[in-house]
């Protein structure tokens, strides 16, 4: 699939008039380097995740040999390289002996206007606790499972789950199996601003990546900050960079072992203190005030207008 898609990506940019091009992700720059080579102009690779390190390559190790030749081959070359996380810029800096690889946080760009769902909307009791899982990456080693679980331990709460990934089939059948099909609502992929308001809507949302591969121990969850720009505190997995802003700012309870007891018990300590998490809420809303998209993009911006001058 990847190899075709690059084929059809070639052959579209080659036909494309351009000054400068981004590659957005390792899966990209085949076809992007190539072009923009043959062509002698500039590139950028933005690289959201360490790519060689995902779950779904780590443990095929042909799979993985080949996009760590297509990465040195075209990583050195690239006027600007740009990734999302201190950690993953540090490996990918001594991987390929590169020096400046650009941080560019996922940050979210300010919005306003956003309307929460009621309760009404979303078919939940007042009283029931609402919890969110979100994104399109709802995949293997991400937590889903145990989280399911923790739902079918903990009484008078609600879990919404809102994008899509490859774990989405396996947690649909285990709410089934566990007799909480009525307080697990799956809803698939919406708009940006839509799924804000699923959101603003929540009480807590959900981030519990696993440690079981190095992308996701460096990882910095884009769901964090979407979390945080409407207001909604976190109870997230202990993994460096999450950890780094859960508890530099304050906004959450973060859970050392993503395993369903440990989840419940970082529910139950969450709604435990209204006090706490209004403050857990507070703390979040003034993190999105001192970080977001425009002000993170400026620096890399500025690089790419002194290219193109």
Same mark, same amino acid.
Do not use: C
């Given at each position: ?12 940019? %080659? ?14 720059? @085949? ?7 043959? $062509? ?7 690289? #959201? ?8 390559? !780590? ?32 490996? %990918? ?10 941080? !560019? ?11 929460? $769902?009621?309760?009404?909307?979303? &078919? ?23 989280? !399911?679980?923790?739902?079918? %331990?903990?009484?008078?709460? #609600?879990? %919404? ?9 396996? @947690?649909?059948?285990?709410?089934k199996d566990l007799s909480i099909e009525n307080r697990v ?18 009480? !807590? ?25 409407? &207001? ?12 780094? *802003?859960?508890? &530099? ?41 001192? #970080?977001? *998209? ?16």
């Amino acid at each position: 699939m990847y190899a075709w898609f690059n084929i059809r990506l070639f052959f579209y940019l %080659l036909f494309q008039k351009a000054d400068f091009y981004v590659s957005n992700d390792l899966d990209t720059l @085949l076809a992007t380097g190539l072009v923009a080579r043959l $062509k002698s102009k500039p590139y950028w690779y933005d690289s #959201h995740e360490y790519f060689t390190q995902v779950p779904e390559v !780590v443990n095929r190790p042909f799979v993985q040999k080949s996009w760590r030749a297509i990465e040195r081959a075209f990583i050195g070359r690239a006027a600007i390289v740009s990734t999302v996380s201190p950690a993953i810029v540090q490996n %990918l800096e001594a991987d390929y002996q590169l020096k400046d690889v650009a941080l !560019v946080r996922n940050f979210p760009e300010p919005v306003d206007g956003i309307q929460p $769902k009621s309760r009404v909307e979303l &078919g939940v009791e007042e009283s029931m606790r609402l919890l969110i899982i979100q994104g399109n990456g709802i995949n293997i080693d991400r937590g889903g499972e145990e989280l !399911v679980e923790a739902i079918s %331990l903990v009484a008078n709460a #609600h879990l %919404l789950v809102v994008g899509s990934g490859d774990a989405l089939p396996v @947690l649909k059948q285990m709410a089934k199996d566990l007799s909480i099909e009525n307080r697990v609502s799956f809803i698939p992929p919406v708009p940006y601003r839509e799924m804000l308001a699923y959101t603003a809507a929540s009480d !807590v949302g959900l981030s519990l990546d696993k440690g079981t591969n190095m992308n996701y121990q460096f990882s910095l969850p884009n769901k964090i900050f979407d979390y945080a720009l409407v &207001g909604t505190p976190v109870i997230a997995s202990r993994l460096q960079e999450t950890a780094r *802003w859960v508890e &530099g700012y304050d906004i959450g309870v973060l859970v050392d072992e993503v395993t369903p007891a440990d989840i419940a018990k970082a529910i139950e300590v969450f709604f435990s203190n209204a006090e706490k998490a209004s403050a857990y809420a507070t703390n979040a809303s003034r993190m999105i005030e001192d #970080h977001n *998209w425009n002000t993170e993009m400026a620096p890399v911006l500025a690089q790419v207008k002194a290219i193109l001058q």
